[in-house]
T-cell receptor, first 115, second 116 residues
Framework: DTAVSQTPKYLVTQMGNDKSIKCEQN?????MYWYKQDSKKFLKIMFS???????INETVPNRFSPKSPDKAHLNLHINSLELGDSAVYFC??????????????FGPGTRLLVL | AQSVTQLGSHVSVSEGALVLLRCNYS??????LFWYVQYPNQGLQLLLK??????LVKGINGFEAEFKKSETSFHLTKPSAHMSDAAEYFC??????????????FGTGTRLKVLA
């Protein structure tokens, strides 16, 4: 019944490793997002896909690569992990509304710790 | 560019007291405004949103917010705090629909502590 799910929930890894976080939504939405929340709780958008097409790509290192195999999935792959990548990563989804103001639905987050 | 400012990174209230969390926005066009709540170790959940209908918006868990264009504010209130309201609260503004980006800009959050 989970609307937006993420795996894994926790991820502890060494510097230099490559890791992936998966996100799936069963709401039938056509837009999905990745956000990064730092240790001070600041939440910043990283990427957004609409119907599998990248529409937002903030100034994120190119070590981060999103992939959307279909509308219901948006995965985040991170190469060469650095200490500063430690954060909570949230996936979200929304349904486009012509008038705007669509609600975003968030997943539970993936807590990444890079040692 | 759109932006939101949340005054007060930490707010403490006694149980049963009024909750007031402040949010001011900056927008060149009529904004869409949101309040989200984040409980410990969880994702964000929508409390309420303003999309240019009624200026007083009622949300879940007894919260409401009033859009005041003259003050560029969208403060969140609840008449009587409950212990379960302790959480992090985020105000957000979204891009206008013409931008096609559906991007939210979040404030820095306000941690609400409820004292017994």
């Amino acid at each position: 019944d989970t609307a937006v799910s993420q795996t894994p929930k926790y991820l502890v890894t060494q510097m230099g490793n490559d890791k992936s976080i998966k996100c799936e939504q069963n709401l039938g939405h056509d837009t999905m997002y990745w956000y990064k929340q730092d240790s001070k709780k600041f939440l910043k958008i990283m990427f957004s896909y609409n119907n599998k097409e990248l529409i937002i790509n903030e100034t994120v290192p190119n070590r981060f690569s999103p992939k959307s195999p279909d509308k219901a999935h948006l995965n985040l792959h991170i190469n060469s992990l650095e200490l500063g990548d430690s954060a909570v990563y949230f996936c979200a989804s929304s349904q486009e509304v012509a008038s705007g103001g669509e609600t975003q639905y968030f997943g539970p987050g993936t807590r990444l710790l890079v040692l | 560019a759109q932006s939101v400012t949340q005054l007060g990174s930490h707010v403490s209230v006694s149980e049963g007291a009024l909750v007031l969390l402040r949010c001011n926005y900056s927008s060149s066009v009529p904004p869409y405004l949101f309040w989200y709540v984040q409980y410990p170790n969880q994702g964000l959940q929508l409390l309420l949103k303003y999309t240019s209908a009624a200026t007083l918006v009622k949300g879940i868990n007894g919260f409401e917010a009033e859009f005041k264009k003259s003050e560029t504010s969208f403060h969140l209130t609840k008449p009587s705090a409950h212990m379960s309201d302790a959480a992090e609260y985020f105000c957000a503004v979204s891009d206008p629909p013409t931008s096609g980006t559906y991007k939210y800009i979040f404030g820095t959050g306000t941690r609400l502590k409820v004292l017994a």
